[in-house]
């Protein structure tokens, strides 16, 4: 069954993985994004930009969130295919 109050973002990209956080947001890894999506399922467009697919994305014990894909820069950084980004 459908949960009510929940709707998908819209212009999101495909989501490749995903992750809870604390906060009871989700954390995902899209086609040039990582984005996190509130509980109702609102886009917060306040993360990082890859310059390739993000492939994984994985909560650390800190809070903060590992990135794995294809991308070699992370707004603008070079970070070759694994990162370690603010939640």
């Keep these: 069954q459908i949960v009510p109050g929940f709707s998908s973002p819209t212009n999101l990209d495909e989501i490749y993985s995903l992750a809870v956080l604390p906060d009871g947001k989700y954390i995902g890894a899209t086609y040039y994004r990582i984005v996190r999506?509130?509980?109702?399922?609102?886009?917060?467009?306040?993360?990082?930009?890859?310059?390739?697919?993000?492939?994984?994305?994985?909560?650390?014990?800190d809070g903060s969130i590992l990135v794995g894909g294809h991308f070699t820069t992370v707004n603008g950084a070079s970070r070759a295919y694994l990162a370690r980004v603010n939640g």
């Design 37 to 61: 999506i509130h509980q109702n399922g609102s886009l917060d467009r306040t993360l990082s930009l890859v310059n390739n697919v993000a492939r994984k994305v994985v909560l650390l014990a």
